[in-house]
């Protein structure tokens, strides 16, 4: 017994349920539940059959014009305006479920005829999305998507519109579920994460890297002179515009609420590259600095089109094996374990120990500074070296709040 998927099983369905009839089995046999189970797969299978078989959407909906001599503009109220009347009779425009009541409830037509063209997508989507529980206001505020007065209601017009560019939601749902790689100490919310996933990747399409990515090209040697950067006040955008060379997209964006993000680590399948996304949720140039060597240690060792990474860096007991793997790359890119094991740095609590060490790996000292607080588990020590307050300004474009 399985789902019936074509016409032979079928009609093999059909004979069996003949012939289980003929039997007239008695209730509570297994014949009798057989005979019971082919008659829902068959009546499943006949109203499959019958949905496919329905008339094409739009042409329903210029049938019901005809019928009631309605012009394009007469629509504009269960469509939106007058550019979505044109695109969705044009076929350029999927029908939002916004839609499909508004012209079931106002046109009558029958919402099965409006749902087939969305069938296919529907079948795929995974049925505990609600895109009511997306951060949308949050979203509006930040600029992400145009405030509407019945935000609520067109929750799903909107949305579509701001993901369809990178994908479309479902892409980044189900990756996120099929596969998900979070660091966290804290529940996460989902949709949040799956909103500004969705930004991050728009605004690198939008600033798209100027090289072409090559996989492997992420090592400690490049890691390590993407570290030397730091010495500039104009560090952060300098990394940035080498990473660019690499074919590697670096994109600056807070998080959003229930996130507690500091990086993560995806690839863009649009772009064929990485993308690194920091939120500078810490604006110390140490985080900065180890945010995106571990980020770039994902990129290096274990990112895919099917993997993603997202990390909480305050989270330091791990069980998980990659995670470690990244910070142990990461911490080796700016502080080699030679060059640090030789240094009065990992003895000694003092300033002049941090600069030292800093001056002969050509770094910045708060990249020292934040690995010694670190090691003696003392984060009041050292403070005026870490750079509060001097990594966010750099990014200009950004809002933050």
Not at 146 to 154: G, I, N
Not at 277 to 295: G, P, S, V
Not at 324 to 343: N, T, V
Request: glycine share 6%; net charge negative.
């Amino acid at each position: 017994m399985k789902v019936i998927k074509n016409d032979t099983e079928y009609q093999s369905a059909l004979a069996a349920i003949e012939r289980l009839l003929d039997m007239d089995p008695d209730p509570g046999t297994r014949e009798a539940d057989d005979l019971e189970l082919l008659a829902v797969l068959i009546e499943e299978y006949e109203q499959r059959v019958t949905d496919l078989q329905l008339p094409d959407p739009i042409e329903a909906i210029r049938f019901r014009m005809d019928q009631q001599g309605l012009k394009q503009q007469d629509l504009v109220p269960y469509l939106g305006s007058r550019s979505k009347v044109s695109e969705v009779l044009a076929g350029k425009r999927a029908l939002s479920l916004a839609m499909i009541r508004s012209l079931h409830d106002g046109l009558r037509i029958p919402a099965k005829v409006l749902l087939a063209e969305r069938k296919h997508d529907l079948l795929q989507e995974d049925a505990s999305l609600d895109w009511n529980k997306f951060p949308i206001r949050e979203m509006v505020n930040r600029g992400w998507v145009t405030a509407r007065h019945d935000l609520r209601d067109a929750a799903e017009e909107i949305l579509r519109g701001f993901f369809d560019p990178v994908g479309g939601v479902m892409t980044l749902w189900a990756l996120y579920r099929k596969s998900p790689h979070v660091r966290t100490g804290r529940p996460i919310d989902e949709y949040a994460l799956t909103a500004w996933t969705g930004r991050i990747l728009r605004k690198a399409n939008e600033d798209p890297p100027e090289g072409k990515y090559t996989e492997g090209t992420v090592d400690t040697d490049l890691m390590r002179d993407v570290a030397r950067f730091s010495w500039s006040k104009s560090g952060p955008l300098l990394a940035k515009e080498y990473l660019a060379k690499q074919g590697i997209a670096l994109v600056v964006e807070p998080h959003l609420p229930r996130t507690h993000l500091d990086g993560a680590a995806v690839y863009s399948s649009q772009l064929q590259a990485p993308v690194i996304a920091l939120t500078l949720r810490h604006d110390r140039i140490d985080n900065f600095w180890f945010c995106l060597m571990h980020e770039l240690a994902h990129v290096s060792l274990h990112i895919s089109e099917e993997v993603r990474f997202y990390d909480d860096l305050d989270v330091e007991e791990l069980d998980d094996r990659t995670e470690r793997e990244a910070d142990d790359l990461a911490g080796e890119a700016l502080i080699p374990s030679d060059a640090w094991d030789g240094s009065p740095a990992s003895r000694l609590r003092t300033p002049e120990a941090a600069v030292q060490l800093a001056e002969e790996l050509s770094i910045h000292p708060a990249i020292v500074a934040g690995r010694m607080r670190h090691h003696f588990k003392s984060y009041k020590r050292l403070s005026n070296l870490v750079g509060y307050g001097q990594v966010r300004k750099c990014f200009t474009d950004v809002e933050w709040k």
